[in-house]
């Protein structure tokens, strides 16, 4: 074996050991070094994180053997990751009690989601398969989850057997799947079966023996039912995000179809994080409806990755997206204002005094983080400090919340130079100067409805035309 693929085996191997005694959470790279007798720099020469150190390991010892052609192999290939998994079983229910961006979770679904493609492929229109594959693929997800954690008894081939009755059974009506959704979210919503159903214009036994026949498909418990009420399990808590999705899905093309070609009508959805940028899209809103009044725009207020997530399931047309943000798979469009970071400290703080603010002076204090994982990778790299050093009292995503914990105490909050004044805190920008851009992105190859494709045309004139008055 040679020198770094040795280095590589000993780290997996540290991992996988560590992993069987600690929650991932609590393992450090220090630990992980320590526990192999290699050095944290042959860590970080072969490893970005302790999160690609696990998804490597699964990359290692099955993925890169794994092939799916058509729907049988597809299923077979689903025994041996229950077969693996069971081996392996208290290493990756460790792994997958991680959530968000990295984790293994995500790494998963990623995986597995191409599969889930070329098995669809040959079974939904084309225009259907991305849809159905990013369903199917959080479905497996979470039920590989539930295997583990609460079925320890059940064989990998029993298990699989389950799944594989999902091919199996019999076409239904148009109708039927339509109102499956429908149903589901009814009955989540009322919190009862007979108020759900006098709401849906049903009996209360038909809409009773529709859910109980979902749960039997789909192998899962939906609801914890009670004498005089029902409440949703994690499972029915999933599928009731997916159907939502498919209701708003389905709300959202029918507006766009519903009014006449020569009518420029519609929604134009845009999730957008916290940036002054706001104000230029705000700029260019406005004057795209005062040619197209009957265009109505959704604004979803959101982290980067939480609008990627988003516009992945054809729920945002657009996202105005803060750096640091992989964008490889859209098109975008560079937004003109850059943000400066700065540490937003109390009034009463002796920092609040200074012009500007130093590494030394912030990495000894309680700092609150943007909860993006990049975005704290980023400021790690402006201390010069591994992220692990820092004292990371809380995270936020809507700088207001920041704002409150910083008032009470909780800490420095690390975010962009504001340009409201809020009472009791200020911000001191850094030094040296840490800036972010923006860009407004939309998918690659995505067709876009009408709206949107000339929203996008109406703001590239926009930004153009700022262009030219800024040089």
């Known amino acids: 074996m040679k020198g770094s693929a040795l280095t590589k085996w000993a780290l997996c191997d540290a991992m996988k050991t560590l992993m069987l005694k600690k929650p991932f959470q609590k393992i450090s790279i220090r630990e992980i070094c320590e526990c192999c007798g290699m050095s944290r720099k042959s860590f970080y020469y072969h490893y970005k994180d302790k999160y690609d150190l696990v998804n490597s390991i699964f990359q290692s010892e099955f993925a890169d053997d794994a092939i799916c052609r058509n729907m049988e192999e597809g299923v077979d290939l689903l025994l041996e990751l229950a077969r693996y998994f069971q081996e392996n079983r208290r290493f990756y229910l460790n792994a997958f009690s991680v959530e968000g961006q990295n984790s293994f979770t995500e790494y998963f679904c990623d995986f597995l989601r191409p599969i889930a493609a070329q098995v669809f492929s040959s079974v939904f229109p084309n225009n259907s398969v991305e849809?159905?594959?990013?369903?199917?693929?959080?479905?497996?997800?979470?039920?590989?989850?539930?295997?583990?954690?609460?079925?320890?008894?059940?064989?990998?081939?029993?298990?699989?057997?389950?799944?594989?009755?999902l091919f199996q059974v019999p076409q239904r009506s148009p109708s039927h799947l339509r109102l499956n959704p429908v149903w589901s979210s009814a009955a989540a919503r009322e919190e009862n079966i007979t108020r759900a159903a006098r709401l849906l214009h049903i009996s209360q036994p038909t809409l009773s023996r529709q859910l109980m026949q979902l749960e039997e498909e789909l192998g899962a418990q939906l609801f914890h039912r009670g004498r005089h009420s029902?409440?949703?399990?994690?499972?029915?808590?999933?599928?009731?995000?997916?159907?939502?999705?498919?209701?708003?899905?389905?709300?959202?093309?029918?507006?766009?179809?519903?009014?006449?070609?020569?009518?420029?009508?519609?929604?134009?959805?845009?999730?957008?994080?916290?940036?002054?940028?706001?104000?230029?899209?705000?700029?260019?809103?406005?004057?795209?409806?005062?040619?197209?009044?009957?265009?109505?725009?959704?604004?979803?207020?959101?982290?980067?990755?939480?609008?990627?997530?988003?516009?992945?399931?054809?729920?945002?047309?657009?996202?105005?997206?803060?750096?640091?943000?992989?964008?490889?798979?859209?098109?975008?469009?560079?937004?003109?204002?850059?943000?400066?970071?700065?540490?937003?400290?109390?009034?009463?703080?002796p920092l609040a005094a200074q012009s500007c603010v130093t590494p030394a002076e912030l990495s000894r204090l309680p700092l609150i983080m943007a909860r993006r994982e990049s975005v704290q990778t980023e400021l790690a790299g402006w201390f010069g400090l591994p992220a692990e050093h820092l004292e990371v009292a809380a995270t936020y995503n809507l700088v207001l919340n920041a704002v409150s914990m910083v008032r009470c105490g909780v800490g420095v909050a690390l975010c962009y130079v504001l340009d409201d004044g809020y009472a009791g805190v200020r911000t001191v920008p850094l030094s040296p100067t840490l800036e972010s851009g923006a860009v407004l992105a939309y998918k690659k190859g995505q067709a876009l409805s009408r709206p949107s494709r000339a929203f996008v045309a109406h703001i590239k004139q926009c930004l153009l035309s700022i262009s030219h008055n800024e040089t």
């Open 131 to 165: 849809f159905y594959s990013v369903f199917m693929t959080d479905a497996l997800c979470a039920s590989f989850k539930r295997y583990l954690r609460d079925t320890p008894g059940l064989s990998p081939e029993e298990y699989v057997e389950r799944i594989r009755t």
């Open 230 to 349: 029902i409440v949703l399990t994690d499972d029915g808590m999933l599928l009731r995000r997916r159907a939502q999705e498919i209701l708003d899905l389905a709300e959202k093309t029918s507006q766009e179809l519903s009014h006449r070609e020569e009518d420029l009508a519609g929604e134009v959805s845009i999730g957008c994080g916290e940036t002054r940028n706001m104000t230029v899209l705000s700029q260019a809103i406005a004057s795209f409806r005062r040619s197209h009044p009957y265009v109505q725009f959704s604004i979803y207020s959101a982290t980067a990755d939480d609008t990627k997530e988003r516009m992945e399931r054809g729920l945002l047309d657009l996202g105005l997206l803060m750096e640091p943000v992989d964008i490889s798979r859209y098109e975008f469009l560079r937004m003109p204002r850059r943000e400066r970071w700065a540490a937003l400290v109390r009034e009463d703080s």
